[in-house]
C-alpha cells in the first residue's frame, strides 16, 4: 500500500498523523510525505532554515517515511500563489507517487495554508482521474481547534496509536524549534493529552482521529 501525506507546514505530518505513519511503515506500507511550503529570509534566520532541514529528516527516519517531496512555497503565503499553480503542484506529486491513501488538512483550520492545501488536494485528487481509494483530513495542534466554528472538527476516523505513540513523541522532539510549553497546544503534555483523548472515545490508550472525506470500495 502506498500512502501520501501532505502537509501544509513541516510538523504538521507529526502532529496530525505521526503515530498513523509510523502504523503504516511497520506494517510495510510505503509512506510519502509532501512538505508544501518552508521558511524564507528574513522572517526565519538563516540558522533556522538550515535547522529545519535536519528536523524534517531526522522526523522522517524516526517514521519511516520513504520520500519526501518539497514544494518550496513560502510559508502563510500560499494565498498569493495561483490556485492553479498549487493545484498542479500537488497533482504532479500524486501523479509520482500514485497513493492508495491520502491523508491531508482539515479544512476548518485556522492557518489558511492548511485551508488551500485542502482544497488542491481535492483537485489533484479527482476520482475521475486517479485512483485513490481512501482520503482522510487530520487535526493539527494549534490549528484545528482555533480554527473556524463553522467548520469543527468532527471525527469518524480512529486509529489506533498505542503502540507507535512513542514515535510520534520522538518524531515531534525533532522539530525542536516548534515545541512550545505546556499549557501550548503544541507542548508534548498536549500532544499526549489529545492522543489519550482520541484514544479513550475507542477504547484505546492512543488513537488519532481523523473526517472521512471520500472512500472508494471496488
Known sequence: M???VIAPHPDDEVLGCGGTITKHTK???EV????VTKAYTPEWSEEFIKNRLKEIEKANKILGIKKTYFLDYPTVKLDTIPQKELNEAISKVVNEVNPDVVY???KGDLNKDHRLVFESTLVATRPINRKVKRILSYETLSETEWGQPIEPFIPNVYI?????FEAKVE???AYENELKQYPHPRSLEIIEALAKK??????VNFAEAFILIREIIE
Open 198 to 203: 482520541r484514544g479513550s472515545e475507542i477504547g
Open 160 to 164: 489506533d496509536i498505542s503502540e507507535t
Open 171 to 173: 518524531a515531534m522532539k
Open 2 to 4: 502506498k500512502i501520501l
Open 27 to 29: 506494517e510495510g506500507g
Open 32 to 35: 510519502y510525505l509532501c512538505i
Open 104 to 106: 491531508i488538512p482539515h
